[in-house]
């Protein structure tokens, strides 16, 4: 069972450049959302899906953009990369019932330079 | 809105130290209540969880218990470990959505 499957690990980027974060569940969850986290922040949510075809934004979702078009997979798009964007990106995805509990993927470390 | 604080670390424990993390909340009613563990180089796991008022989540050794009169649900361990050092953090989910708002986080180193 993978649960949550977060590509690429590991990605460095030049500003002005675009990329999608892939993420992917097998657990058939309706909910997925992204968060990224920075020192001495936390995590912050980006944007979230509550099913297919239906999208919002987070706290902070300028900068980026996302799609749910299966169930299993929701791609975060970053349009032109800045330097501000640099961070590790969580994918997670949400049991809705015994409590909301969420299942976190591995995690992509991005660098913009 | 609702909220968490948790303690401000970084704490540095010895082996078999006794572990707690505090956690106070803001919540519109009595939502479910999370610690979740994040250790190096990994995602964010579940720990334990309440989902009612004076529930006690358990699991590895660790407990928490959702206090509704403090609004509280600090994390404790009786004797920490070497493989305990990580960062942990209190959630719960926003008023009527599924959205998990966490604290900020509290990094656990534990020496020899």
């Known amino acids: 069972n993978a649960g949550v499957t977060q590509t690429p690990k590991f990605q460095v980027l030049k500003t002005g450049q675009s990329m999608t974060l892939q993420c992917a569940q097998d657990?058939?969850?309706?909910?997925m959302s992204w968060y990224r986290q920075d020192p001495g922040m936390g995590l912050r949510l980006i944007h979230y899906s509550v099913g297919a075809g239906i999208t919002d934004q987070g706290e902070v979702p300028n900068g980026y953009n996302v799609s749910r078009s299966t169930t299993e997979d929701f791609p975060l798009r970053l349009l032109s990369a800045a330097p501000s964007q640099t961070s590790v990106y969580f994918c997670?995805?949400?049991?809705?019932?015994?409590?909301?509990?969420?299942?976190f993927g591995q995690g992509t470390r991005l660098t913009v330079v | 809105g609702d909220s968490v604080t948790q303690m401000e670390g970084p704490v540095t424990l010895s082996e078999e130290a006794f572990l707690t993390i505090n956690c106070t909340y803001t919540?519109?009613?009595?939502?479910?209540l999370f610690w979740y563990v994040q250790y190096p180089g990994e995602g964010l796991q579940l720990l334990l969880k309440?989902?009612?008022?004076?529930d006690k989540g358990s699991n590895k050794g660790f407990e928490a218990t959702y206090r509704k009169e403090t609004t509280s649900f600090h994390l404790e361990k009786g004797s920490v470990q070497v493989s305990d050092s990580a960062v942990y953090f209190c959630?719960?989910?926003?008023?009527?959505?599924?959205?998990?708002?966490f604290g900020k986080g509290t990094k656990l180193s534990v020496i020899p």
């Open positions: 997670a995805s949400t049991r809705l019932t015994g409590g909301l509990e969420a299942f």
């Open positions: 309440a989902t009612k008022a004076d």
């Open positions: 919540a519109t009613g009595y939502p479910s």
């Open positions: 657990m058939n969850h309706e909910y």
């Open positions: 959630a719960l989910p926003g008023a009527g959505s599924y959205q998990l708002t």
